[in-house]
């Protein structure tokens, strides 16, 4: 009678193998899937225009004793901020967006407004991008910044992922970042292949 030991050795051993397969396969799924399944799926974020600064309650002061007063006003006829006009973002720089080559496609429009209490905004309307893995909002200090040294160049700035690749969105720039000096282009960039997908140079 044979011994049932080489027979539980092959069992060990196959499964062995079958755990070192999927130890493999399963995160290599995972990575593919990560990597590829933007090319064929679309992500649509709409945000609103980019108005003021929310209104600050003075230090000291509660949300119900403002009210009060502001009601106290309007029993008084007494101006306040709220029945002036609304003042509007101006707008600094316009550009459009243009696809890097046959395969990466890109288009919509693109504006740098001043908000009314000073900040800055980038602001993408009705974008259409050939999306990709871990795409980021580049600015770069390169006129028509093509490759990637000219996105890496000395003084770029990362405003941060891609929100969607279709849609209008908006991302704020660093009050340190004199964007109407110089000639900036706008990038988005691939990150994980360090590949342009879309520019758009800034013009006043």
Known sequence: MSSPVPDRQKWYRRR?????????????????????SPLILNKTVVEE???????QIPAGSTAEEVEAEMLEAEGQNITTADDMPEESPTKLLT????GADSFHQG?????????????????????????????HVILSP???????????????????GLKGNRGSQNYDIPVDVDITSGEWTVVIYCQPFHVVFATASLAG
């Open 142 to 160: 390169v006129p028509k910044a093509e490759g990637r040294e000219d996105v890496m160049a000395s003084g770029y700035v990362d405003l941060g």
């Open 49 to 55: 225009f980019p108005r003021a600064a929310a209104a």
């Open 107 to 135: 288009s919509g429009n693109l504006g740098v407004y001043e908000l009314t209490d000073g900040g800055r905004v980038l602001r993408f309307e009705d974008i259409d991008i050939t999306n990709g893995p871990d795409l």
């Open 95 to 98: 550009g459009e967006f243009v």
């Open 16 to 36: 062995g193998v079958i755990a070192g397969l999927l130890a493999v396969t399963i995160p290599a799924i995972a990575l593919g899937w990560w990597l590829f």
